[in-house]
């Protein structure tokens, strides 16, 4: 249980937020370095945290010009096709645990030395001591735990006053009828949909690799296959809650605690099954010395200690150095206490599953296509 060590750290944070300004005079000069660097991220309110708590504030302090471009869940074809055209568009990508397993497995982005590339943490921590298992990968550095679970219209009148309690529901459409919103692909649908057909947490792995374990998962997502819209970016969910499109769905956690918390939509959260996964930067092979300089001097600044606790004031996702959880507190601006909204509180841990990084490495293209095959019959 490689998160373990988080989890229960993350349920003990809050105390105030430190104050977190930084001046010119702290940050070393970058040394023979680009002076613009594009950011491949996800877009939304994750972004937006990304942008506020070490872009802008980074950008402040070197002068350069930070973009960034939205097609994070798109990582592993672009890379590929960065490869191929011997020329990165991008600088820095910001990926999935999986997608990041598979990128170094590819050879499409660098390994890294953790403890010869990154700050020490605040506590005198070396980097792998304070990012511990969260460094899943030679080629990963890690920023956040985060979760993907469920959001729900609280006021669908069709519902006569029920409320969904288990994951189970999204396959009720008898008592809770309506649209659902689920990711374009398979990961976490399939898991969920075999909680769901009575399979048991400990062996969801084993029957996805048995003859026919893939198909099962299908066959009951094929119950609701005519009530469910489909997202590819998870600032959608949110979005087709807050309009009414859809009366339940799955996205990122943080999404959700913003459009209930910041955007006061009537939406609840639903913590059952929520799937744990580790978000961090991977650095793609080939950029040229200066592109290169840039990034690991932004790479230092952006995942040190003080700036993944910013990042989690202004989401609720967990940061992934041991040292940052300490200086989490309040929200920026709502100053409400994060530690409610956290995936890693206790009291939204009853159900929980953590995704298997190593067997969507080495399964995801094959059952991607029996997944994209099954979706457009």
């Known amino acids: 249980m490689k998160l373990r060590h988080l989890f229960g750290a993350t349920a003990l944070v809050m105390s105030p937020l430190a104050a977190t300004t930084v001046f010119a005079a702290d940050l070393p000069a970058c040394e023979n370095c680009s002076d613009s660097m594009t950011i491949m991220s996800w877009g939304g309110a994750y972004q937006a945290s990304q942008i506020a708590a070490y872009s802008d504030p980074y950008a402040a302090l070197t002068g350069i010009t930070v973009v960034y471009d939205e097609s994070s869940n798109e990582s592993i074809a672009k890379m590929r096709a960065g490869a191929e055209a011997g020329n990165s568009a991008y600088d820095l990508i910001d990926a999935e645990g999986p997608d990041s397993q598979r990128a170094c497995d590819e050879g499409l982005a660098i390994e890294i030395d953790a403890d010869a590339s990154l700050a020490a943490g605040d506590d005198g921590s070396t980097p792998t001591e304070d990012f511990g298992p969260s460094l899943i990968n030679e080629c990963f550095i890690p920023q956040i735990v985060f979760s993907t679970t469920f959001g729900y219209r609280n006021d669908v009148a069709e519902w006569n006053g029920a409320t969904p309690d288990s994951l189970c529901a999204i396959f009720d459409t008898e008592t809770f009828p309506g649209k659902r919103a689920l990711e374009k692909r398979p990961k976490k649908n399939l898991e969920w949909a075999l909680i769901c057909d009575g399979v048991a947490k400990e062996d969801l792995y084993t029957v996805l690799s048995s003859d026919g374990g893939v198909e099962r998962a299908l066959a009951k997502l094929d119950t609701i296959k005519g009530d469910v819209v489909w997202w590819s970016a998870g600032a959608e969910t949110p979005q087709l809650l807050a309009d009414a499109e859809v009366v339940i769905g799955s996205t990122y956690n943080g999404r959700l605690f913003?459009?209930?918390?910041?955007?006061?939509?009537?939406?609840?959260?639903?913590?059952?099954?929520?799937?744990?996964?580790?978000?961090?930067?991977?650095?793609?092979?080939?950029?040229?010395?200066?592109?290169?300089?840039?990034?690991?001097?932004?790479?230092?600044?952006?995942?040190?200690?003080?700036?993944?606790?910013?990042?989690?004031?202004?989401?609720?996702?967990?940061?992934?150095?041991?040292?940052?959880?300490?200086?989490?507190?309040?929200?920026?601006?709502?100053?409400?206490?994060?530690?409610?909204?956290?995936?890693?509180?206790?009291?939204?841990?009853t159900n929980y599953l953590v995704n298997n990084i190593e067997w969507w490495a080495d399964n995801n293209d094959e059952v991607d296509i029996k997944f994209q095959n099954w979706l457009a019959q």
């Open 258 to 349: 913003s459009v209930i918390e910041e955007q006061k939509q009537p939406v609840s959260m639903l913590w059952d099954w929520q799937v744990f996964d580790f978000d961090g930067w991977v650095v793609p092979a080939g950029l040229d010395e200066k592109r290169l300089n840039r990034t690991m001097h932004f790479l230092k600044f952006a995942t040190d200690t003080q700036r993944l606790a910013d990042q989690a004031a202004y989401i609720s996702y967990g940061p992934a150095r041991a040292s940052s959880q300490p200086l989490v507190g309040d929200h920026a601006t709502l100053g409400i206490d994060m530690g409610q909204h956290m995936p890693t509180n206790p009291a939204n841990q």
